[in-house]
């Protein structure tokens, strides 16, 4: 599924861009960092926030640490913010000290990208 939505500047004196993609698949983690270091070089002052939400089944490879380090120095270097659906680790029993301390933990993936659009104006994109 592929959807996107959204115009995202800030409504506080210099406007940003932010951006928000939501994927199941943990191997998109990469094209998407990749295309966040591509709007970051292209909005220079106006980039502003970049998050990926990860949700669904696949999150159980979030515990691989030697996998998800590599995604994390990259994400970091590129100023994007890793989350999770917290019905999602829930559902299949995974714990937080199990995941990388990088990735933050939603309520639910779908709520958080509703807020963003609607109080924050920020870009979305859904894979």
Known sequence: MLGVSGFAQTKTGIEKNNYV???SKIPQLEPI???AEALKQEDGHKFGDFQI???G???KELTDKEKMNNYVKKAKAA???IKVCKLSINYLKI???DLHPYIKVVDHAFTHLLQLQKNKN???IEL
Do not use: A, C, F, Q
């Open 53 to 55: 939400v990860l949700y």
């Open 33 to 35: 960092i990749l295309t």
């Open 79 to 81: 100023g994007v913010e």
């Open 21 to 23: 993609v939501s994927t």
């Open 57 to 59: 089944r696949n999150v």
């Open 95 to 97: 714990d937080k000290k």
């Open 122 to 124: 920020y870009y979305s």
